[in-house]
């Protein structure tokens, strides 16, 4: 079975500065892919970024940054130039090689973000 | 984008009654669903994965006769908690998958049973 683990329950950052979540995952399947999730205290679940196994290249989006290691199965996530709505519960997932499948989340890393 | 219309958005229940939540994609068909459950502050817990026109799939350690899942057309499923105690008092979460990996999430019911 797969695994997620965050390490991080708990992480800040001053405004403007960029901070780094990291994630680690255990599989035996070859195709597959990871996402990081953002949880507001809305707790409306919001996508952030997603990235295929089978692509070397890092997904970014704007201020989000993944730094994705096959090898050492390791999914960290960069985010730049924090903002105060940035704060928040973050998830790192894991989904199967099968289209449809179901996601493994991580224990989650709250991100708070001083002003 | 898509949409996942989850109502409703909190309920208040008498302990031994049932309470149903449903989940409708409001553009887009949903083959397959699942329903989660979330402590304050924890990750989500997968309960029940539910294909359309067949039995729901539950987890280990769910209680199927309790947690009822119907998912008879691709943009309806519902969750049932029956005979509910304040023990089920919890945030349900359901996610449509959609076409390459498109996860989309319901804004979830926060449930209180007294």
């Known amino acids: 079975a797969q695994t997620v683990t965050q390490s991080q329950p708990e992480m800040s950052v001053q405004e403007a500065e960029t901070v780094t979540l990291s994630c680690t995952y255990d599989?035996?399947?070859?195709?597959?892919?990871l996402f990081w999730y953002k949880q507001p205290p809305s707790r409306q679940m919001i996508l952030v970024i997603r990235?295929?196994?089978?692509?070397?290249q890092n997904a970014t989006e704007n201020r989000f940054s993944v730094n994705f290691q096959k090898a050492a199965k390791s999914f960290s996530l960069k985010i730049s130039d924090s903002q105060l709505g940035d704060a928040a519960m973050y998830f790192c997932?894991?989904?199967?090689?099968?289209?449809?499948?179901?996601?493994?989340f991580g224990q989650g890393t709250i991100l708070t973000v001083h002003p | 984008g898509a949409v996942v219309s989850q109502h409703p958005s909190w309920v208040i229940c008498k302990s031994g009654t049932s309470v149903k939540i449903e989940c409708r994609s409001l553009?887009?068909?949903?083959?397959?669903m699942f329903w989660y459950r979330q402590f304050p502050k924890q990750s989500l817990m997968l309960m029940a994965t539910?294909?359309?026109?067949?039995?729901?799939?539950?987890e280990q350690g769910v209680e199927k006769d309790k947690f009822l899942i119907n998912h008879a057309s691709l943009t309806l499923s519902t969750l049932t908690v029956t005979s509910a105690h304040p023990e089920d008092s919890s945030f349900y979460i359901c996610?449509?998958?959609?076409?390459?990996?498109?996860?989309?999430f319901g804004s979830g019911t926060r449930l209180t049973v007294v």
């Open positions: 553009d887009f068909q949903a083959t397959t």
């Open positions: 599989t035996s399947e070859s195709d597959y892919y």
């Open positions: 996610s449509a998958a959609g076409e390459n990996y498109g996860y989309t």
């Open positions: 539910s294909n359309e026109g067949s039995k729901a799939t539950y």
């Open positions: 997932a894991y989904g199967g090689g099968t289209s449809y499948g179901k996601l493994t």
């Open positions: 990235q295929e196994a089978y692509k070397q």
